[in-house]
C-alpha cells in the first residue's frame, strides 16, 4: 500500500524557477558592482541600457565619477559642475602623483642630495633641505626619502597631494578648467603636475598624435614639456609630463597670458629621484575663480588654437613649442 511521505515534498520546477532568477541576480549584481566601475563612459553607458540593475549601477558609478575625480585618492573630493552640455564627469585615470610612463626604464639617474639629520624640520632655520618657496625661485627643496624626519614633517608640504578645495568646472570655450572651493592664501601648495613621465622621444610621438586628434575635433592633451637649466648654465634637463590618460586634478588647469594666479616650482626631494613640478598660489586666490598658469611664451604656430584667457595681455593663441 502507498503511504504518503511524511518528509518535504520535491519541489516542482516551476518552485525552483524564483530562487534560480534571485541567485543569478544576486551574481549578476556583485560581478557588476566590481566590473563597471572599471568602464569607460560609452561602455558604461552601452551596459547601463541593457537591464534595470545594470542601469542602477551605471548611475552610481556616474554619480561617484562626478562626485570627485581622484575617486577617493585625495584628502578632499574634487567634484566635477557642468552647465554646458550633458557630460557629467571627464574620463581618464587618476594618479596623484608622477608614474613612470610606458618605455621608460626603471632605472632613473638619482638625485645626489644628503638628506636632514633634524628631529624636528617645521621653522628649523638649520634644516638644509627648507625654502620659502615662492621666494626660491623656480627650483626648490623639501625634506624625501633621505632625511631622518618622518612623513609627518612640515617641510614635505606637496607630499600629501592637494589639500585645498578644488572643483572641475566645464566652460563653453575652453572645456574642463579648474577652480578654487575656498580662499586660497598666496604661498599656499595647490597641487603638483602629475602624470606619466615619458622619454622625449615617446613625448614627441605623442605630441604628434595628439596634434592631429586636436585638428580633427574636440580634444585636449595634457602633455607639458619642463625645461630645467642645470647650475652650470651649460645643459638643460627636460622632463616630460603627459597627463592626458593618466594625472591629477591638474590636468585641468587652463593657460592664461598674464601668467594666471600660480607659481611653478620645480621641487626637489632630499634624496628622490626626479623633481616635481608644483603649482603654489602666486596671489590670493577668491573662492570660485578659475585656477590658471601660462603654458609657456613662445607660439610657433601663428595659427594654433585660439584662446580664450580673456585677460588684458591675451595674445590671442594658446602657446605652443616645439616638443
Ligand atoms: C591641459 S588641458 C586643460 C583642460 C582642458 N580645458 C580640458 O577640457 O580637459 C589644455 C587644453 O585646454 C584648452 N585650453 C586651455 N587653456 C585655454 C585657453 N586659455 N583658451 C582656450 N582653450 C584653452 C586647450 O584645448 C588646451 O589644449
Not at 566645464?170 to 577652480?179: A, I, M, T
Amino acid at each position: 500500500m502507498h503511504k504518503p511521505s511524511m518528509g518535504k515534498r520535491p519541489r516542482t520546477e516551476d518552485q525552483e524557477e524564483p530562487d534560480r532568477r534571485k541567485t543569478h541576480e544576486r551574481a549578476l549584481f556583485q560581478c557588476a558592482r566590481l566590473i563597471l566601475p572599471l568602464l569607460h563612459p560609452p561602455e558604461l553607458a552601452a551596459t547601463s541600457s541593457t537591464c534595470k540593475t545594470l542601469h542602477r549601477i551605471a548611475k552610481s558609478v556616474t554619480a561617484g565619477r562626478t562626485s570627485d575625480a581622484s575617486g577617493g585618492l585625495e584628502k578632499l573630493p574634487i567634484p566635477f559642475a557642468n552647465a554646458v552640455d550633458g557630460q557629467p564627469y571627464a574620463s581618464f585615470a587618476y594618479a596623484p602623483t608622477q608614474t613612470l610612463g610606458s618605455g621608460q626604464r626603471r632605472t632613473q639617474p638619482v638625485f645626489d642630495a644628503p638628506g636632514c639629520e633634524c628631529e624636528r624640520c617645521d621653522g628649523d632655520a638649520g634644516c638644509p633641505c627648507g625654502g620659502d618657496y615662492l621666494d626660491s625661485g623656480e627650483l626648490a627643496r623639501e625634506c624625501g626619502p633621505s632625511c631622518r624626519c618622518g612623513v609627518e614633517c612640515g617641510n614635505r608640504v606637496t607630499q600629501g597631494g592637494v589639500s585645498v578645495r578644488l572643483r572641475v568646472v566645464k566652460d563653453e570655450r575652453k572645456g574642463w578648467g579648474l577652480r578654487a572651493g575656498q580662499l586660497i592664501r598666496r604661498g599656499q601648495f595647490v597641487c603638483e603636475y602629475a602624470g606619466e613621465l615619458l622619454t622625449t622621444k615617446e613625448a614627441r610621438r605623442r605630441q604628434q598624435i595628439y596634434d592631429q586628434l586636436t585638428s580633427g575635433g574636440w580634444f585636449c592633451s595634457a602633455l607639458l614639456v619642463v625645461r630645467e637649466h642645470l647650475p652650470s648654465g651649460k645643459a638643460c634637463m627636460r622632463i616630460n609630463i603627459d597627463a592626458t590618460r593618466i594625472g591629477n586634478v591638474a590636468r585641468f588647469i587652463n593657460h592664461s597670458c598674464d601668467g594666471g594666479n600660480l607659481s611653478t616650482v620645480l621641487m626637489r626631494s632630499s634624496g628622490a629621484l626626479l623633481p616635481r613640478l608644483c603649482f603654489f598660489a602666486s596671489r590670493d586666490i577668491e573662492e570660485d575663480e578659475e585656477i590658471t598658469f601660462s603654458y609657456g611664451e613662445i607660439r610657433l604656430k601663428s595659427k594654433g588654437l585660439q584662446c580664450f584667457c580673456g585677460s588684458s595681455s591675451c595674445f590671442g593663441v594658446l602657446p605652443s613649442e616645439s616638443t
